[in-house]
Every structure is written in structure tokens, then in C-alpha cells.
């Protein structure tokens, strides 16, 4: 999303818990800097430390005194049958697939109201929030992505006066690192969200890219509250 993003024509900032990027993004980085009309910097940041989340996001808006969208998209995933889940493991999960997605989104607006900057925000949520996940035991993980949803309703009705709107994005099953760790932990995962799907398939992360540029651009001006759902036709059975 993000190559995507500097290659439509935005400054972005990826924020992330590693204190140095992987190696994929820096091979991103030379690219957008290069090739696109945007830019990609990178920022050590834990969403789960609200002060420091602020303090970037200013110093980020402060750079053209405007901050213009934001997709927040921090999520991590724990494999666990209900029974044997830990009030510490809920609270870990829920601390940053829920409340640090909240605080980005607030410490985005915060800027944009001080600016004076109308923006977009996407939360990333997941079709999870709205089903359960046939073959994998991942109570939190679904329940934190339909609070997710609730949220951006929520902030949608608050914050719309002031110019931001806020949608979420409901992805089906993508193809990702931690989902190829849930392929590990259960072997015979991928066959049946393979068979969920009305496309016989999973989804790749670039499927994803231009409902990000729609939703943060002014192609969406008139959608705010929403949820899009892309996921194969996996939620319309």
C-alpha cells in the first residue's frame, strides 16, 4: 500500500515496532524515491506509546503544515483456543490491534484539526470482524477487527464536521507472512479458505492498493462511516 501510495504522489510515513525496517521496505524506499513522484521515510514507533505516536505524527504534519490521510493498519494475530486464552494474552492483542489503531487515528486527527487540514483515515479492519474464521481458533484477533469497525463508525459521526472522514477497509484472506504462519499452525488451513472463496483463491496485499488510494483520495469525498469489504465473495454465501 505504501509503495503504491508514493507512487500515486504522497509523502508517506510507515510507522512500525522494528527499530530498523526489513530489507523489502528499504528496496521499496530506493524505488519510490527514484521512480515515483511521492517519497517513503520510515519511523520506529510502537502504537501502543501514545506520546511518542503523537510526537511523530506532529513533527510528520509540521513538515508542510498538513497531514492529508492515514491508513492504520497495526494487527497481530494469536492462534488459541478460547478456553486457554489469558486475560494478558487478550489485553496484549486487543492493546494494539484496537487501542493503538484508535490512537493513530486520533493522534492523525489531532493534527488535522490543529492544521485545520481535512483528511481522509483508513482503518483496517478485516472480513474476520464480521464472520467467524472457518478452521482457525482466533477469538480476539476477530472480535478486535469488528471493534475496529464499531470505531470507525463512531469516529466518522464525531469527526465528519471537521472535515475527516473515516472508513474502514474489510480485507478477506491475504497472503501474508502471518498468514503463512497460520498455514504452518494448521496444515490444512489454506484448502479450506480456499473453498470459501467464490474466486477458488487467496488474495495478494497489491489487491488491496487502489481501494487505499480511493478511500484516501478525493475519488471518496462523499464516503465516510462506511465499510468495504473485498474478499472474494468469501462473506456472501
Known amino acids: 500500500m505504501a509503495?503504491?501510495?508514493?507512487?500515486?504522489?504522497?509523502?508517506?510515513?510507515?510507522?512500525?515496532?522494528?527499530?530498523?525496517?526489513?530489507?523489502?521496505?528499504?528496496a521499496t524506499q530506493e524505488l519510490a524515491n527514484k521512480a515515483h513522484i511521492g517519497k517513503l521515510f520510515y519511523h520506529h514507533v510502537d502504537v501502543r506509546d501514545p506520546k511518542l505516536l503523537n510526537d511523530v505524527v506532529e513533527k510528520i504534519a509540521s513538515r508542510n503544515n498538513r497531514l492529508d490521510g492515514l491508513v492504520a493498519a497495526a494487527g497481530v494475530q494469536q492462534v488459541t483456543e478460547a478456553i486457554d486464552y489469558t486475560a494478558d494474552d487478550v489485553t496484549k492483542m486487543m492493546d494494539i490491534n484496537y487501542t493503538g489503531v484508535f490512537m493513530t487515528a486520533q493522534a492523525a486527527a489531532r493534527q488535522m484539526m490543529a492544521l485545520n487540514s481535512p483528511g481522509s483515515i483508513v482503518l483496517v479492519a478485516s472480513m474476520s470482524g464480521m464472520v467467524a474464521n472457518k478452521g482457525l481458533n482466533s477469538p480476539v484477533y476477530n472480535s478486535s477487527k469488528a471493534a475496529v469497525i464499531q470505531l470507525g463508525r463512531n469516529l466518522a459521526m464525531e469527526w465528519g464536521k471537521k472535515g475527516i472522514r473515516v472508513n474502514s477497509l474489510c480485507p478477506g484472506h491475504v497472503i501474508t507472512p502471518m498468514v503463512e504462519k497460520n498455514f504452518e499452525e494448521v496444515p490444512e488451513l489454506r484448502k479450506i479458505w480456499e473453498r470459501e472463496s467464490m474466486l477458488g483463491r487467496l488474495s495478494r496485499p497489491e489487491e488491496f492498493t487502489g481501494a487505499a488510494i480511493f478511500m484516501l483520495s478525493e475519488a471518496s469525498s462523499y464516503m465516510t462511516g462506511s465499510t468495504l469489504v473485498?474478499?472474494?465473495?468469501?462473506?456472501?454465501w
Open 3 to 26: 509503495e503504491a501510495i508514493t507512487e500515486a504522489g504522497a509523502e508517506v510515513h510507515c510507522f512500525d515496532i522494528l527499530p530498523e525496517p526489513e530489507d523489502d521496505f528499504i
Open 230 to 236: 473485498i474478499d472474494g465473495g468469501h462473506t456472501a
